[in-house]
């Protein structure tokens, strides 16, 4: 998805959305980005995947090492 900056203002940035509708979202997710830019959205499947795959790996040292009921 391609959206356009239409201002930064106090670390808030007005975006365009493809079908004309304008949305707030904090200015630092289009860092570089100024009034007029046009910036891409999009989703980025193989780091997701890494992501996921590293957490699972994360949770099953976890349950492995065993471990105590946490009380808080």
Do not use: H, Q, W, Y
């Not at 998805?1 to 239409?6: G, L, R």
């Not at 046009?38 to 780091?47: F, K, Q, Y």
């Not at 994360?58 to 946490?70: D, M, Q, S, Y």
Request: proline fraction near 3%; include cysteine; charge should be neutral.
């Amino acid at each position: 998805m391609k959206v356009v900056v239409d201002r930064v203002t106090e670390g808030v940035a007005s975006v365009e959305l493809p079908d004309g509708r304008t949305v707030n979202a904090p200015a630092a997710l289009f860092d570089g980005a100024a009034e007029g830019d046009v910036v891409e959205i999009r989703v980025d499947r193989a780091e997701t995947e890494r992501r996921r795959a590293s957490a699972r790996g994360a949770l099953e040292r976890l349950k492995r090492r065993g471990g105590g009921v946490c009380e808080l």
